[in-house]
């Protein structure tokens, strides 16, 4: 009895606030996304409906893989929501939706969107798209559900917010003075952006784009580097030579750590337990146990090292050689330097793919970016790109590549030739 009371009493307040007759949301239209993947690749999809009463909605999608959504939160009426989802096995699969209001009436399900899923083989080796954003593009990273990317400008001193669904830029953040390079956190709640000329890095929240912090660093911040468990941030100081470590609960620095002469480029390893700096003018690597915030080893690497990147695994670290227009290979197990890979013209950024064994060179000088496959180090494509090509960034599920293109205002997206109808509409 007491339930049956509730429920009318529910009923009863969602009339009266609605001002109309209780009905169940509107059967959703096909949810967006799209129409081919591969395994183990996450695919995002975008639904909406209308509630006849204008009542909040939540949205769960059905995979057509025997795997149910949870029910997303409630959102107005009218308002897209988007999910993520991978496939464990090839097939062709139908993805569906349905809605319910706050009031716990439930539309029916949705018609399907048909998708292929495939063994994904390969890399990425195509331009889908070009982005115009305008500004100086310097610096690049994407979130990890790869929902947006975000990009530093450096000579309008702001990050520009651009929708991976639409290839649009959708928002801009007013950073610091020349923000130069940008990283996200690996929860995709933040996006740093290291501000060179203000010497500071701004905090950028991504749910709602504002800055909720500002850290003052050394002279000429350039690189930076997030530990993967999200506690700390490490930031290379050119004009100081040192290392800031900033502590993410409250935005603070805690250390600074003395390494080589103008560190640029700075990576850790997967577990967190070093972090690499290129020092340019060294010419030199450093390695920081974090631990103790202490270097435990200096590596000689000719050629104006520059930006710097570590294997999935753990056991070699990538460094660009500007000068030499080549990659010094570094095995971590002894900190020796391995080999020397011939790239592009003044090779700068670098990026792993998440879930492959490639790494990602820019060339700016030829306006290309390189492909070495770590298996046995060798070059296996060379994709051209926007001009001067500077940082390079991947989507978490290593199906997306972004280039900040400094000489023609743009982003170049690089995705899988197979997919490139799908990700161009999408």
Do not use: K
Request: hydrophobic residues 40%; proline residues 7%; aromatic residues 6%.
């Amino acid at each position: 009895m007491r339930s049956l009371l509730l429920m009318t009493a529910v009923l009863l307040f969602g009339a009266a606030l609605t001002g109309c007759s209780i009905l169940p949301p509107n059967t959703p239209e096909e949810p967006t996304g799209p129409s081919h993947g591969y395994t183990g690749v996450t695919c995002s999809f975008t639904t909406v409906t209308e509630d006849p009463c204008r009542c909040p909605v939540a949205y769960r999608l059905y995979w057509g893989d025997g795997q149910v959504s949870d029910w997303s939160d409630f959102v107005s009426s009218g308002t897209p929501v988007t999910m993520l989802h991978a496939w464990d096995s090839a097939g062709v699969y139908q993805v569906s939706s349905q809605a319910r209001n706050v009031l716990g009436l439930m539309s029916g399900i949705s018609p399907a969107h048909g998708l292929v899923i495939s063994d994904r083989t390969g890399y990425p080796d195509t331009v889908v798209a070009t982005i115009p954003v305008g500004g100086d593009p310097h610096g690049i990273t994407c979130l990890p559900d790869g929902r947006f990317v975000y990009v530093g400008n450096e000579t309008v001193n702001l990050v520009f917010v651009v929708n991976t669904a639409t290839n649009m830029v959708v928002d801009s953040v007013v950073c610091g003075q020349s923000p130069w390079s940008v990283a996200s956190s690996p929860d995709g709640q933040y996006v740093y952006a290291v501000n060179l000329r203000s010497a500071d890095v701004s905090v950028i929240r991504t749910s709602d784009n504002a800055v909720v912090a500002t850290t003052a660093v050394g002279q000429s911040p350039h690189g930076i580097a997030p530990l993967p468990n999200g506690q700390y941030v490490y930031v290379a100081n050119i004009d100081v030579n040192s290392v800031s470590v900033i502590r993410t609960s409250d935005f603070t620095v805690v250390a600074t750590v003395p390494v080589g002469v103008q560190p640029r480029g700075i990576c850790c390893l997967p577990d967190g337990s070093l972090v690499y700096t290129a020092n340019a003018d060294g010419p030199s690597v450093s390695v920081i146990r974090t631990s103790d915030n202490t270097v435990i080893a200096t590596i000689p690497v000719p050629g104006y090292p520059h930006r710097i990147t570590a294997s999935a695994d753990g056991q070699y670290v990538y460094a660009v050689q500007a000068n030499l227009n080549s990659v010094a290979v570094i095995r971590v197990a002894d900190n020796t330097v391995v080999g020397s890979i011939p790239v592009g013209s003044g090779p700068c950024g670098s990026c792993w793919l998440p879930g492959g064994s490639y790494v990602y060179v820019t060339n700016p000088g030829s306006s290309s970016v390189t492909v070495i496959r770590t298996t046995d180090n060798t070059v296996v494509a060379t994709i051209p790109v926007g001009s001067g090509a500077r940082a390079i960034a991947a989507d978490g599920a290593g199906q997306r590549l972004y280039t900040a293109d400094r000489s023609s205002r743009t982003v170049s997206v690089i995705g899988f030739r197979e997919l490139a109808g799908d990700q161009a509409a999408h």
